[in-house]
């Protein structure tokens, strides 16, 4: 049903397909000496959000009310194997209206009611209500599928609205702290708290707090997290401010709160611009748009290396495209070109966790909704994940703008992987991969061969490499179907995910890199030092 929803918007707007080639060959290299930069274990992040309500100003609805945390079907098998798949998927619970949930326990047991639309309130929507019966639920699928937890906490409890955006006024954090009580008493894992959503600085949506009066709410977090959590064997993080980065608003907070508060600062991208843009697919074809995000990814590390070393930074909440994503770009091939080149973008600049917006809900959804089948990005993130380990490698790369190449130390094995992104619709690419002393690949596993004798490193070297491409279905960039080496990735009705099998080839043999693709190549026999 979907795919001919999809077939049928072929029909009716422009299709960006594949051209004439031409051929292109260079050589990238890649230094493994030493990492520059290192990610999490779990480093693909995705998230659920609190939103309710059915969105639907045109077809198809921007987002599903089904889709929220509240009420998502947990028990669909297509579900539980798409988390499953990763083994232990990092996922962030929150979004816009976190900050308007209150819990059902403690002294606001039996006062809290499900959202309903209200002119008079923020977002135009009321208080809504987490049921516990809901949270025991939620945390039942966490445990079974392995998923690692962040739950994005109510942080303007107790505050009002004074002027405009402001909100002023202490954390009311009697409800917050009856949550983790009854989380702790219930044994359920989650690995980080993080304080409110999109408060601060001067893209804050929705409601303001100064950075004075939101650190005052984080140090009495802290307060109570090392409390209650003090006979526990593992504390959970703190995560804050999950907001658009705003350098020095960001400093102010960390000042305020001082060393061992906060352990992760987390921002916002959603630098692709408006969902229902009608030009938007072109800032996805454009290089030089597309590596603007870096300045961010920068400047966030400066504040951690300069102003609180203590901390860590992550991506918190990324859907590329604001206001649920934007239909038949966000769901379907050409999204990686954002995607998967942000993964290997972030991760360069010390950037430990990188949370999708979204696991499912809008247009941004890696599983599409209702059937909650696999888009072509939930494909992309899968590769990442299994393949691409927590060593980050300087490359250098001059073949070309629209050619993006990243390496990590490959993830549970020898050598290194790389992920290569080729944005163009008329040039191929044969690519050789060189180590950092300029000596191609090829002439390195040669001259190994003749010092080398009977050795680990002789067995490494006969090793063949793995490729893994993605391309689009019939080479239509909105495609929501993604082929792997040529074949259609699709699940079955009951949930099970296809193989991901590689191609191989000779180790020393050059790597071709075809038009509007995206490709992860393991090559084990590559000599990395740094990557142990």
């Known amino acids: 049903m979907e795919v001919s929803q999809f077939l049928l918007v072929f029909l009716l707007v422009p299709v960006l397909t594949v051209v004439a080639r031409d051929v292109t060959k260079g050589r990238i290299v890649v230094d493994g000496n030493t990492p520059v930069a290192e990610t999490d274990e779990n480093y693909v992040c995705m998230t659920l959000d609190v939103w309710p309500f059915n969105e639907c100003p045109q077809t198809p609805c921007v987002w599903d009310g089904n889709a929220s945390m509240l009420v998502l079907n947990l028990s669909l098998p297509t ?49 809504g209500c987490l049921y516990m019966e809901r949270w025991d639920e939620l945390n039942w699928f966490f445990n079974k599928t392995g998923a690692i937890v962040t739950f994005g906490l ?20 009697s409800n917050a702290e009856a949550l983790i009580q009854y989380t702790i008493e219930k044994n359920y894992q989650i690995n980080s708290w993080e304080f409110g959503n999109e408060l601060g600085g001067s893209n804050s949506i929705g409601a303001s707090i100064t950075a004075a009066q939101y650190a005052k709410g984080l140090i009495k977090l802290r307060e109570i997290i090392d409390r209650l959590y003090k006979n526990s064997r593992q504390k959970p993080s703190i995560v804050a401010p999950g907001a658009f980065f705003d350098a020095s608003w960001y400093e ?11 352990d992760v600062l987390t921002h916002h991208v959603y630098n692709m611009g408006a969902g229902n843009d009608t030009e938007i697919i072109h800032k996805f074809l454009d290089p030089s748009y597309l590596s603007r995000e870096s300045s961010t990814f920068q400047k966030l590390e400066n504040v951690v290396q300069n102003h609180a070393p203590w901390t860590v930074a992550w991506v918190g909440e990324a859907g590329g495209a604001y206001g649920g994503g934007s239909p038949y770009v966000s769901n379907t091939f050409v999204d990686g070109f954002w995607y998967i080149d942000q993964l290997g973008m972030a991760a360069l600049y010390n950037t430990k966790v990188y949370c999708r ?6 247009h941004y959804g890696v599983l599409r909704p209702q059937a909650l089948t696999p ?25 070309s703008s629209y050619l993006r190449a990243y390496a990590h130390c490959s993830r549970e094995r020898t050598g290194i992987t790389m992920l290569f992104i080729n944005m163009s619709n008329q040039t191929d690419f044969i690519i050789e991969i060189e180590n950092h002393t300029n000596v191609s690949l090829a002439k390195k596993t040669s001259r190994i061969r003749q010092i080398s004798k009977g050795g680990s490193i002789i067995s490494e070297l006969g090793a063949q490499r793995e490729e893994y491409h993605l391309t689009p279905s019939n080479g239509l960039l909105k495609s929501p179907i993604v082929l792997l080496n040529g074949k259609v990735l699709e699940a079955t009705e009951e949930g099970d995910l296809p193989n991901l099998t590689p191609v191989f080839c000779r180790s020393n043999s050059s790597i071709s890199i075809a038009t509007w693709s995206i490709s992860f190549v393991v090559v084990p026999n590559f000599v990395a030092p740094g990557c142990k």
């Open 154 to 173: 109510n942080a303007i409890l107790g505050r009002n609205n004074t002027i405009g955006k402001q909100w002023e006024g202490d954390w009311n954090y």
């Open 79 to 127: 579900l539980t194997k798409a988390v499953e798949a990763f083994g232990s998927l990092r996922i962030r619970l929150g979004g816009t209206l976190q900050d308007k949930l209150i819990y059902d326990i403690g002294s606001f047991k039996g006062r809290c009611h499900p959202f309903e639309r209200s002119n008079r309130s923020l977002f135009l929507i009321t208080e």
């Open 357 to 362: 917006q979204t696991l499912v809900g809008g």
């Open 252 to 262: 102010d907070i960390v000042n305020e709160t001082g060393p061992n508060v906060v």
């Open 375 to 399: 888009s072509p990005d939930y494909y992309g993130a899968l590769l990442f994940h299994r393949l691409m380990g927590r060593g980050v490698l300087k490359v250098d790369n001059n073949v």
